[in-house]
């Protein structure tokens, strides 16, 4: 079984400051998928970043960065510099072999960056 | 292209009632699927399909059912709306082959059972 876990549910920063969303996965696969997607107040789910099991180098886009880590599990986000327009539900999501890379997600973390 | 079109955006229903949540994609992706997000519990996977002809049970199928008779459509059906049901339902497609592809997701049908 296959398991993403959230466990932040909601953080409130204040413009300016940096924030980490953490997730924290479970599979007993060796070849899996880690997601991140965005939903904005407006509602609708936009695909951030993948990354694959084989592939533990963090990567930045901007002002986004993940950190992949396979000894913890974790596959962490961090935005630096947090602006309003960073208010969002994020969420976290893995798919792997043993689950027929049917996608897991996780329970979503809202941010609140206030002005 | 369109993407993932749902229809409608909004709905209310009596408890009782049926209706159909209709999905279309013009990506000619395989693998589509249908969620719901209900507050504190994320997206859970209702119903999926892997290609025309073929579909399975997610984490939460009772009270729907769906149908894949081409590639383009996927509808999901309420057969008898209860309360519990009220709730925001999203549509997914994605490219077939390994699970690396994202999902493009639908905007979301908000619907409420009375």
């Known amino acids: 079984a296959q398991k993403v876990t959230q466990a932040q549910t909601e953080i409130s920063v204040v413009e300016k400051e940096d924030v980490t969303l953490d997730c924290v996965y479970e599979t007993r696969d060796t070849t899996y998928y880690l997601f991140w997607y965005k939903q904005p107040p407006s509602g609708e789910l936009v695909f951030l970043i993948r990354?694959?099991?084989?592939?533990?180098q963090n990567e930045i886009s901007g002002r986004y960065s993940w950190n992949f880590q396979k000894s913890t599990s974790s596959f962490n986000f961090t935005i630096t510099a947090s602006q309003v327009v960073d208010s969002a539900v994020y969420f976290c999501?893995?798919?792997?072999?043993?689950?027929?890379?049917?996608?897991?997600f996780g329970r979503g973390t809202s941010l609140i960056v206030h002005p | 292209n369109a993407g993932v079109t749902q229809t409608p955006k909004f709905q209310v229903l009596k408890t009782g009632q049926s209706m159909t949540l209709q999905c279309a994609q013009d990506?000619?992706?395989?693998?589509m699927s249908w969620y719901r997000q209900d507050p504190g519990m994320g997206l859970r996977l209702i119903h999926y399909?892997?290609?025309?002809?073929?579909?399975d049970q997610g984490e939460v199928p009772n009270g729907y059912n769906v149908s894949r008779s081409t590639t383009e459509d996927f509808p999901l059906r309420l057969l008898s709306a209860a309360p519990s049901q009220t709730s925001v339902y999203f549509c997914?497609?994605?490219?077939?082959?390994?699970?690396?592809?994202?999902?493009?997701f639908g905007d979301g049908t908000r619907l409420s059972i009375l």
């Open positions: 990354r694959n099991s084989f592939d533990e």
């Open positions: 399909s892997v290609g025309a002809g073929i579909t």
């Open positions: 997914a497609s994605r490219r077939t082959g390994t699970g690396n592809q994202p999902q493009h």
């Open positions: 990506m000619n992706h395989e693998y």
């Open positions: 999501a893995l798919s792997s072999s043993g689950g027929s890379y049917i996608p897991t």
